[in-house]
């Protein structure tokens, strides 16, 4: 099975600050990935897919990157409501199997 | 826009079956995969299964021994059903519509529902 690493898993920023998340897998997935956000309480929500695609509605200060085993979010001046924990997401293909990063919770500096 | 809910009882005891539904609004149920997702208080989110409109399923191999999903598209609702729980089946559940494309090989969750938490308690 396909393992997701994120590093850091606690990140303290300040608003305005760019910020940058990595996602990387065991095994090479091309640009098969997406990047959730979720705040205390609340179901996370999709931000980004296909590695790069930012969902509709979603800011433009947000962006994804990479292909591969290699993956980055980045938020490029952070807002205080960024302030959530981001999680990354992939399929092995077969068997299906969903799995996702262990989490980055940001936080206020 | 779509819109999902879960319900089902907030507590079940150990050794019973945690019943729960996912009632999809504002779209049909049809020709798409859907997924229960779940989440232990403080921790990260874990995959237990997807089904799809037709009644395929596939589920996540940790869980398959214990894990029942079913859909009713009269009803644009689809259900998950988890036997023999433990404590260590409390959690937030979380249904969600899968996005494939790619011939299936990109996948994502959108919408997702705002969870529901379910304790295993005695």
């Known amino acids: 099975d396909i393992q997701l690493t994120q590093s850091p898993s606690f990140l303290s920023a300040s608003v305005g600050d760019r910020v940058t998340i990595t996602c990387r897998a065991s095994?090479?997935?091309?640009?098969?990935l997406a990047w959730y956000q979720q705040k205390p309480g609340k179901a996370p929500k999709l931000l980004i897919y296909?590695?790069?695609t930012l969902q509709s509605g979603v800011p433009s200060r947000f962006s994804g990157s990479g292909s591969g085993t290699e993956f980055t979010l980045t938020i490029s001046s952070l807002q205080p409501e960024d302030f959530a924990t981001y999680y990354c997401?992939?399929?092995?293909?077969?068997?299906?199997?969903?799995?996702f990063g262990q989490g980055t919770k940001l936080e206020i500096k | 826009q779509v819109q999902l809910q879960e319900s089902g009882p907030g507590l079940v005891k150990p050794s019973e079956t945690l019943s729960l539904t996912c009632t999809v609004s504002?779209?049909?149920?049809?020709?798409?995969?859907w997924s229960w997702i779940r989440q232990p208080a403080g921790k990260g989110l874990e995959w237990i299964g997807r089904?799809?409109?037709?009644?395929?399923?596939n589920y996540n191999p940790s869980l398959k021994s214990r894990v029942t999903m079913s859909v009713d598209t009269s009803k644009n609702q689809f259900s998950l059903k988890l036997s023999s729980v433990t404590a260590a089946d409390t959690a937030v559940y979380y249904c969600?519509?899968?996005?494939?494309?790619?011939?299936?090989?990109?996948?994502?969750?959108?919408?997702w529902g705002q969870g529901t938490l379910v304790t295993v308690s005695s």
């Open positions: 969600a519509r899968v996005i494939a494309v790619a011939g299936g090989l990109l996948n994502w969750f959108d919408p």
């Open positions: 504002g779209g049909s149920i049809s020709s798409y995969y």
């Open positions: 089904i799809y409109t037709s009644g395929s399923t």
């Open positions: 095994q090479g997935i091309s640009s098969y």
């Open positions: 296909a590695a790069s």
């Open positions: 997401q992939q399929l092995n293909s077969y068997p299906p199997m969903y799995t």
